[in-house]
């Protein structure tokens, strides 16, 4: 038989020493429940996945690595649209000082470059600033 979800226990005494007010422990007590829940659930998955046929389930170290692993990428940030465009349309600028490399003799030819180097410098930095 097996459990959907586990029992993790904190103690009282050891938040309350720690400065925790009573809602804060309620809600850090919810808050490991819940993670210890879906990392239980997670691990006993990925272990699933990996037995074999007419064999019982084991849960090693590396499952609940994997599962963590798997649950901090869930709570990470993830890249919003407008980064990705960003970094698209950077393309596009490299591509516009490569090929207007070509032509820095005339003044069309320098301006393309300049205008597409510099663009391409401010949306590397305001990406990479701006996402993890």
Not at 18 to 38: C, L, P
Not at 48 to 72: C, F, P, Q, W, Y
Request: hydrophobic fraction near 40%; proline fraction near 1%; glycine fraction near 8%.
């Amino acid at each position: 038989m097996q459990r959907t979800s586990i029992r993790v226990d904190v103690s009282d005494s050891q938040l309350q020493e720690a400065g925790f007010t009573d809602v804060g422990i309620t809600a850090f007590k919810e808050t490991v429940r819940d993670y210890g829940n879906s990392l239980f659930k997670r691990a006993t998955q990925f272990a699933d996945d990996e037995k074999r046929k007419g064999s019982l389930s084991e849960v090693t170290h590396l499952h609940i690595e994997k599962a963590g692993i798997s649950l901090t990428n869930i709570f990470g940030p993830s890249r919003q649209h407008w980064a990705i465009a960003c970094t698209m349309f950077n393309f596009v600028l490299g591509c516009g000082v490569s090929g207007s490399s070509n032509y820095l003799d005339t003044k069309v030819g320098i301006a393309i470059f300049v205008v597409c180097l510099i663009l391409g410098t401010v949306l590397t930095f305001l990406v990479a600033s701006k996402t993890k």
